[in-house]
């Protein structure tokens, strides 16, 4: 059975793609999904697959371990980070870095994630802006996984994400991508580990599923 460890922001695509990804493959596909700092702890212990879509910075980090094959490496997708609310609620102004920053300051509840490439961002974003403690001291900071579950359930005001992440859970709206100057634009990239005979068949499916069309319906954009 091939098996793809993947970063979360990719999970609704994979999902859709499942079946052309098993008819490709010839067989199901395992997908392992979790954010790319947990994949990197669990690859750096011993775990192994077929082939691993994370960070472009993790890719050639685990590349130059020899650990994943650095020739087969090749970008997958770009995301922002956005902003979401519960379905319903008001949406607040996010058009510039001021205006973000006052609501991080006045919303009364607030989620966001540790291991994933968004949290890591807005944790440097909200010391940056000189109100970590602030922040922080009414954020739901979750270990992994999907932010914006905290707003249906009622424990967060707003939620920080991946957008295709935050577009992931019912119930939710979202209010947009961050302003320039308070946004980064991740890049997901894939690559084979090093040995593995079925790793270069499988990334070649997903690259074929990761059209402009599709990355664009799941809150991504195609690099370039």
Partial sequence: MPRLMSTLALAGLLREAAPALDAALGGRVQVDLAPTRTLEARIRAGERAD??????????????ENILDGMTARPLAHSRVGLAVKAGAPHPDISTVDALRRLLLAV??????RAGASGIFFAGLIERLGIAAEVNAKAIVIPQ???????VSGEAAIAFQQISELMEVPGIEIVGALPEGAQTVAVFSGATFAGAPEGADLLDAVARACT???LRAKGLDAPG
């Fill in 51 to 64: 082939a691993a879509i994370l960070t472009a910075e993790a890719v050639a980090a685990l590349s130059a």
């Fill in 145 to 151: 996984g999907f932010t914006a579950e905290k707003l």
């Fill in 212 to 214: 402009p069309a599709a």
């Fill in 108 to 113: 009364p509840t607030l989620c966001y994630s």
